[in-house]
């Protein structure tokens, strides 16, 4: 980079573009980084499709924990908490018709871990 820095800069900026420059200038701390600051939604929702059939509750919550966790890393971006949370799910069409649509299980507990217990 001590050579690249050496050669004549407006040589530089006919043979390359500008970001070349630039770049040389903030890795040696002549020009500020500028960062892009992440936008967080205002609210959460994330679904997550598994990846064959579910017949018994225990490996619904492999899904769910994994949906707990990304919502709990979003909080904590935030830096919130929430009282009240819904899980939610659906069956695909493939289904036993007698299955119905689907379900939901609210939870109403104030928490700050990543817990399924009700």
Same mark, same amino acid.
């Given at each position: 980079?001590?050579?690249? /820095?050496?050669?004549?800069?407006?040589?530089? %900026?006919? /043979?390359?573009?500008?970001?070349?420059?630039?770049?040389?200038?903030?890795?040696?701390?002549?020009?500020?980084?500028?960062?892009?600051?992440?936008?967080?939604?205002?609210?959460? %929702?994330?679904?997550?499709?598994?990846?064959?059939?579910?017949?018994?509750?225990?490996?619904?919550?492999?899904?769910?924990?994994?949906?707990?966790?990304? !919502?709990?890393?979003?909080?904590?971006?935030?830096?919130?908490?929430?009282?009240?949370?819904?899980?939610?799910?659906?069956?695909?069409? !493939? /289904?036993?018709?007698?299955?119905?649509?689907?379900?939901?299980?609210?939870?109403?507990?104030?928490?700050?871990?990543?817990?399924? %217990?009700?």
């Amino acid at each position: 980079m001590g050579q690249v /820095r050496a050669l004549p800069r407006g040589g530089l %900026s006919r /043979r390359f573009d500008k970001e070349l420059l630039g770049a040389l200038d903030q890795a040696y701390g002549l020009r500020p980084e500028v960062h892009v600051w992440v936008q967080l939604p205002d609210s959460f %929702s994330a679904k997550l499709e598994l990846m064959s059939r579910v017949e018994v509750a225990p490996a619904l919550l492999f899904g769910a924990r994994r949906l707990l966790l990304q !919502m709990c890393a979003w909080l904590s971006a935030r830096r919130a908490g929430v009282t009240a949370y819904t899980l939610k799910w659906c069956h695909d069409a !493939m /289904r036993v018709k007698t299955a119905g649509d689907g379900g939901q299980l609210p939870f109403a507990r104030p928490r700050r871990r990543a817990t399924l %217990s009700t």
